[in-house]
């Protein structure tokens, strides 16, 4: 099946950009899309399609995909961006959705 | 706009069965695929398997193929998880979640709001 791994933690000062990695086989094929959890609250969608915004979420966030590796940056870090952030894919070959690992995003 | 509503909380003993609803609104219920995820406490995400509304056709997770069934009900805008045979490792938030249908699989656009399922003696 399909795996794919992201680091357990980021950190970053306020202000400050950081970034999430999503790694997984070929990645860069797929379109990968990320979310935002934060404690006792359902995800939320950030980024579809490798790097589009839903209406809503702030310039701040953004995503990048090639090779092996997909990203999500976000910018001038604040402490209301700290979460859980989640990236996924759809599996065409077995028609199965697959999360990453998590990330827990820490602002100092 | 689109909201996904829960069923409550449940408590239920191992061996069990367990059945989730999730009543759509503010969208044409067979214009999304309905998914299920889950989250066990502390843990990440979980993708159990979508159901299309229209063709009522599921699809599941190998891990959970001989365990889970997903169903709706068109006239009341309402889907459903039943999984059986629970045990504790089963005890974790339960998702509903709304894809609109895309040619790269579509991404998780709208979510209830979470049914808490713990499986206890």
């Not at chain 2, 995820?37 to 229209?54: C, F, K, S, T």
């Amino acid at each position: 099946s399909y795996v794919l791994t992201q680091p357990p933690s980021v950190s970053g000062a306020p202000g400050q950009t950081a970034r999430i990695t999503c790694g997984g086989s070929n990645i860069g094929i797929k379109s990968v899309h990320w979310y935002q959890q934060k404690p006792g609250q359902a995800p939320v969608l950030v980024v579809y399609d490798n790097s589009d915004r839903p209406s809503g979420i702030p310039e701040r966030f953004s995503g990048s995909n090639s090779g092996n590796t997909a990203t999500l940056t976000i910018s001038r870090v604040e402490a209301g961006d700290e979460a859980d952030y989640y990236c996924q894919v759809w599996d065409s070959s077995s028609d199965l959705y697959v999360f990453g690992t998590g990330t827990k995003v820490t602002v100092l | 706009q689109v909201q996904l509503v829960q069923s409550g909380a449940e408590v239920k003993k191992p061996g069990a069965s367990v059945k989730v609803s999730c009543k759509a609104s503010g969208y044409i219920f067979t214009g999304h695929y309905m998914h299920w995820v889950r989250q066990a406490p502390g843990q990440g995400l979980e993708w159990m398997g979508w159901i299309n509304p229209h063709s009522d056709a599921p699809t599941y997770a190998q891990k959970f193929h001989d365990r889970v069934t997903m169903t709706r009900d068109t006239s009341i805008s309402t889907a459903f998880m039943e999984l059986s045979r629970l045990r504790s490792d089963d005890t974790a938030i339960y998702y509903c979640a709304g894809v609109v249908p895309a040619l790269n699989g579509g991404y998780f656009q709208h979510w209830g709001q979470g049914t808490l399922v713990t499986v206890s003696s």
